[in-house]
């Protein structure tokens, strides 16, 4: 008989497109291990919102400075719960919700990079995540990094190649802008750090949204980042790329 972790991999392997993965295996996962909420997303693809509690909710959530998790997933590439990072009391602090009393996430990486993630949450109700959880989702957040290092790459192999010629019509102060940009920075703390205007900033990001045919921050960080060429340093603080919306 196929275990159901087998059958995860299996899923994994047949799903063709992102569509198939988060409608196919999903909630496998989520019901694999018994989670309340669970989902995948990669960091390219995270959607913007206007509301204003929702933003600080996703700079603390996903900011390596302010959340232990993010940290660990960004330094170390391996599942983590939030019980390996901090004590119960500091992690209702940075997320008071009753349904993520509980939390585990795994990493999704390409290229030695962090390019998504895996997460599940349990009500406090709920048993805590354990060691076998961790030794589970580390084998699926390894199916699913060579899926995204195959079928997703040979899914935008020609999207990427017309990215990367775009690209290349960046000037190198733009990309020191895109760079910043993916580190989280606003406009004006861009402009302090390169010694020119706000405005200046405003202006060369219109700029760059006309070279690379974007229409948001995170699309133009994201797209840079599946340029293999990019800075690393860029995706070190993938985390914080969503949290600022075109200004």
Known sequence: ??????????????????????????????????????????????????????????????????????????????????????????????????????????PIVNRHQLVGVVGCTREKSMSAFDTQNLTDLSAICLHLSVWAATVAQSNSAGKSQHQTFRSDRLTPRELQIAQLVALGLTNAEIGNQLWITENSVKQA??????????????????????????????NSDSFNLVTNSHQ
């Open 1 to 106: 008989m196929t275990s159901p972790l087998k059958l995860i991999f299996e899923a994994i392997n047949q799903a063709c497109n992102e569509h198939e993965l988060r409608l196919q295996v999903v909630p496998k996962i989520g019901e694999y291990f018994a989670a309340k909420r669970y989902s995948i997303f990669f960091f390219d693809k995270l959607p913007l919102t206007a509301n204003k509690n929702l933003q600080e909710i996703q700079k603390i959530a996903l900011s390596i400075e302010r959340n232990p998790i993010a940290r660990y997933l960004v330094e170390r590439h391996a599942p983590v719960h939030e019980a390996l990072v901090m004590s119960p009391k500091a992690w209702k602090i940075i997320c008071p919700r009753p349904d993520h009393w509980h939390v585990m996430a795994g």
């Open 205 to 234: 990001l219109k700029r760059m949204f006309r070279k690379l045919e974007v229409s948001s921050r995170a699309e133009m960080v994201g797209q840079l980042l599946a340029i293999r060429d990019y800075s690393p340093e860029a």
